[in-house]
């Protein structure tokens, strides 16, 4: 069986990170702090911290090691979304009229689809071209991002203008027909081809001779 990258061990961490710390800080949280909208503010800032490493780090790799942790992390994102999205549906949970959850099990499925939908962004964002490839793979992942950009948008009093900027340049970037005229990805940055100066074509310039000349017409 073949080695896996250490750095490919980072992403995954890291891509799970939202689960585990999440599940731990909410279990001491129901024990000694509840996980008020306030609290879960501070833990975002955490979370996004997390998430700016991770970018960092791929930013030093190469296309096809982004690649192929892009398509496991982006397929554990896409997991989660679909678990979380199950979880509020069973529970018939709505952010317009519920607000931020209470009950343990719910908060879980909005702080993950919170935190996941900011690390889709940020991925799809400084990696356009390798996450329409990866995301091409996965049946209705537009639709799935989309709804997801709305979800987060349903809590102004937890994200901050950074994430509320992100969300709606990922919805720029995978909605072409929805991209302002003025939109520029910031983040992406075009492989600047090295100009290779092109010869001249060799042009043989004809020697006029001195003296005089025939006539190209004949005089009468």
Known sequence: M?????????????????????????????KKVPLTPRVYVKLLQTRRKDHTTLIQRMLQNDYSKNYKMMSLALDKIFQIIKQSNQTLTDEKYSPITDGFPVEQRVQEAVTLLIEDTCLASDII??????????????????????????????????????????????????????????????????????????KKPNRRVKKIKKGPQLSSRSEL
């Open 2 to 30: 073949k080695h896996i990258h250490t750095s490919l061990w980072v992403l995954l961490l890291c891509v799970l990170i939202t689960t585990v710390i999440s599940e731990d800080n909410k279990d001491e949280g129901s």
């Open 125 to 198: 964002l400084h990696f356009p071209e390798i996450s329409q490839k990866v995301l091409k793979k996965i049946p209705q992942w537009k639709e799935t991002i989309n709804w997801c950009l709305d979800f987060v948008m349903h809590y102004p009093h937890i994200i901050d203008e950074v994430i509320v900027q992100l969300i709606d340049l990922a919805r720029q970037e995978i909605n072409e027909d929805a991209r302002s005229p003025d939109f520029i990805n910031p983040y992406y940055k075009k492989v600047e081809v090295e100009s290779v100066p092109t």
